[in-house]
């Protein structure tokens, strides 16, 4: 059981816009900066939006980050087939004093 | 180009011990946080130990505190992670993180892994 809430699976079509969902709660999202990382089939996990909302270099900017109370949201616009991957959102627990993440979410691209 | 890789990993009965190794190259580790996060076969991230850069403060989760011990090696610019009184549920990939910048609990640059058995 993850601290942190994500839907298992999302799906979209390319080109469609799909949204992935973070919950939490006021020790974890509530107070701490929310990131989000990708992870591509048979790969090492990568840093996608960090500080809630900002993009590293080199990530477009079809991705995006928010954060409202204890939950965040990813968004990915313009799907394409290669942004098929496992989505995790992660933070700082201040009650726990851990860190933790989501369950995941699997993006399939129909 | 920074980079991370670990080392170290391998089979090990229950109740036994492994050292998990770090060489970081591209950067002084001594200026990043650092960590440690693992992943089960087919399962999802699992945040294990951190190590701050400023003053080597730690952090462990609860699942391995009091077994586990992280500590970084500035003139060789690698840490360990010392695994002790290894568990069945201890068996994963574990990943050597460099922290971002913005945060001591954000996973900037990720090594490839090195796999973690644990069966008798």
């Known amino acids: 059981q993850s601290v942190l809430t994500q839907p298992p699976s999302a799906s979209g079509t390319p080109g469609q816009r799909v949204t992935i969902s973070c919950s939490g709660s006021n020790s974890n999202i509530g107070s701490n900066y929310v990131y989000w990382y990708q992870q591509l089939p048979g790969t090492a996990p990568k840093l996608l939006i960090y500080?809630?909302?900002q993009r590293p270099s080199g990530v477009p900017d079809r991705f995006s980050g928010s954060k409202s109370g204890t939950s965040a949201t990813l968004g990915i616009t313009g799907l394409q087939t290669g942004d098929e991957a496992d989505y995790y959102c992660?933070?700082?627990?201040?009650?726990?004093?851990?860190?933790?993440f989501g369950g995941g979410t699997k993006l399939t691209v129909l | 180009d920074v980079q991370v890789l670990e080392s170290g990993g391998g089979l090990v009965q229950p109740g036994g011990s492994l050292r998990l190794s770090c060489a970081a190259s591209?950067?002084?580790?001594?200026?990043?946080?650092m960590n440690w996060v693992r992943q089960a076969p087919g399962k999802g991230l699992e945040w294990v130990s951190t190590i701050s850069g400023s003053d080597g403060t730690t952090h462990y989760a609860d699942s391995v505190k009091g077994r586990f011990t992280i500590s970084r090696d500035n003139s060789r610019n690698t840490m360990n992670l010392q695994m002790n009184s290894l568990r069945v549920e201890d068996a994963a990939l574990y990943y050597c993180v460099k922290g971002h910048d913005s945060s001591f609990y954000a996973f900037d640059v990720w090594g490839q892994g090195t796999m973690v058995t644990v069966s008798s």
């Open positions: 992660g933070t700082w627990d201040s009650s726990l004093r851990a860190g933790v």
């Open positions: 591209g950067f002084p580790l001594r200026n990043s946080a």
């Open positions: 500080r809630n909302y």
